[in-house]
């Protein structure tokens, strides 16, 4: 019913920025929270970055100040801007979001995952 395509990322120096960005299609009424998740080598996925429909953010320790998320509600999208990267941000990096269908009903979604690999 949703779809959330994800692009972005790749590999990255050090000290270096990236953005991501996450699309969503499908039967969407409207979309409250967005997010972007991430997951490293044996550890567990995590929160990076939130945002509302109204604009409010918060983000996890480890990347504020560094990460900015925004979106454009008419374009369905989120974005990550990923500034002063470190090696320990290297994950997989998941979309998420909350959607309120046409019928209504909200459903939480995932998007593919794309792959963030910062090089010392």
């Known amino acids: 019913q949703v779809q959330l395509v994800e692009s972005g990322g790749g590999l990255v120096q050090a000290g270096g920025s990236t953005r991501l960005s996450c699309a969503a299609s499908?039967?969407?009424?409207?979309?409250?929270?967005m997010a972007w998740y991430r997951q490293a080598p044996g550890k567990q996925r995590e929160l990076a970055a939130r945002?509302?429909?109204?604009?409010?953010?918060n983000y996890a320790d480890s990347v504020k100040g560094r990460f900015t998320i925004s979106r454009d509600n008419a374009k369905n999208t989120v974005y990550l801007q990923m500034n002063s990267l470190k090696p320990e941000d290297t994950a997989v990096y998941y979309c998420?979001?909350?959607?309120?269908?046409?019928?209504?009903?909200?459903?939480?979604?995932w998007g593919q995952g794309t792959q963030v690999t910062v090089s010392s």
């Open positions: 499908g039967s969407i009424f409207s979309i409250n929270d």
């Open positions: 998420h979001a909350l959607v309120v269908l046409t019928t209504r009903s909200q459903t939480s979604y």
């Open positions: 945002i509302t429909s109204y604009g409010t953010t």
